[in-house]
């Protein structure tokens, strides 16, 4: 059976799309109502104003990371592998925002308090993912309290302003090349994994093999650079 799209699921999904197109500041609401065919006075009745379109879409925003941050299953570097991919498909998906960050934080505040409020939620489910990462031996004990966290606060910045360095230097600039965030990611993990964390990843670059996708781990899966951290 053919599921229904609601008209409020069509305005999301229509913002997205010219959000990600124009940026935030040069779509109107005619311009999204005219997007899925509807009257400006329909639109209105869902959304008043492009601020409770925003603010709609980060609460759904929010939720589909929460489904992929914490496993339901058992713990592995596996996990962190798909979490990296998923967060740098995530914040394509949605680049308007990580690419107009500033502009919303100037105009749209309700949206930007929610936006800390994740920050906050984030760093402490790191915490407990590489405390459980810990307990099952695959990554070291911290040499110094807070010093993982401190390591997540370089990832995050990195990845959350990665689409807006990319904007700036050029889709093809070579450092930029396709799967590289994910790529950094690794490089900031991969010397504080044990042995056997290790062994795991290199598990994750025999599955990573040959395969010409969205992230290659070409310079972290190197038989140099794994003897060196080795």
Same mark, same amino acid.
């Not at 307990?135 to 401190?150: M, Q, T």
């Given at each position: 059976?053919?599921?229904?799209?609601?008209? @409020?699921?069509?305005?999301?999904?229509?913002?997205?799309?010219?959000?990600?197109a124009?940026?935030?500041?040069?779509?109107?609401?005619r311009?999204?109502?005219?997007?899925?065919?509807?009257?400006?006075g329909?639109?209105?009745?869902?959304?008043?104003?492009?601020g409770?379109?925003?603010?709609?879409?980060?609460?759904?925003?929010?939720?589909?990371?929460?489904?992929?941050?914490?496993? @339901? %299953?058992? $713990?592995?570097?596996?996990?962190?592998?798909?979490?990296?991919?998923?967060?740098?498909?995530?914040?394509?998906?949605?680049?308007?925002?990580?690419?107009?960050?500033?502009?919303?934080?100037?105009?749209?505040?309700?949206?930007?308090?929610?936006y800390r409020?994740?920050?906050?939620?984030?760093?402490?489910?790191?915490d407990?993912?590489?405390?459980?990462?810990?307990?099952?031996?695959?990554?070291?004990? =911290?040499?110094?309290? %807070? *010093?993982?966290?401190?390591q *997540?606060?370089?990832i995050?910045?990195?990845?959350?302003?990665?689409?807006?360095?990319?904007?700036v $230097?050029?889709?093809?600039?070579?450092?930029?090349?396709? %799967?590289?965030?994910?790529? +950094?990611?690794?490089?900031?993990?991969?010397?504080?994994l044990?042995?056997?964390?290790?062994? =795991?990843?290199?598990?994750?670059?025999?599955?990573?093999r040959?395969?010409?996708? +969205?992230y290659?781990?070409? %310079?972290?899966?190197?038989?140099v650079? $794994?003897?060196?951290?080795?």
């Open positions: 059976m053919e599921r229904v799209v609601s008209t @409020a699921d069509r305005i999301i999904e229509a913002s997205v799309k010219l959000f990600n124009d940026g935030v500041s040069q779509v109107s609401l311009g999204i109502a005219d997007e899925i065919g509807i009257s400006h329909n639109l209105a009745y869902h959304f008043s104003n492009k409770e379109i925003l603010d709609e879409l980060y609460k759904r925003m929010e939720q589909e990371m929460d489904d992929a941050v914490y496993p @339901a %299953g058992d $713990l592995t570097l596996h996990h962190y592998h798909r979490m990296a991919k998923r967060i740098s498909e995530f914040h394509d998906r949605y680049r308007f925002f990580y690419l107009d960050m500033l502009e919303i934080t100037r105009h749209y505040p309700r949206v930007i308090r929610r409020r994740t920050v906050a939620l984030r760093f402490e489910q790191y407990r993912l590489m405390a459980d990462l810990i307990r099952k031996g695959l990554v070291k004990r =911290e040499p110094e309290p %807070g *010093f993982y966290r401190s *997540f606060r370089s995050w910045v990195m990845s959350t302003f990665w689409l807006q360095h990319k904007a $230097l050029g889709k093809n600039h070579p450092v930029l090349d396709a %799967g590289s965030d994910v790529r +950094h990611v690794w490089e900031i993990m991969l010397q504080h044990t042995p056997k964390g290790l062994r =795991e990843f290199k598990e994750i670059c025999e599955s990573e040959g395969r010409n996708d +969205h290659p781990l070409t %310079g972290p899966c190197s038989a650079y $794994l003897k060196r951290i080795g």
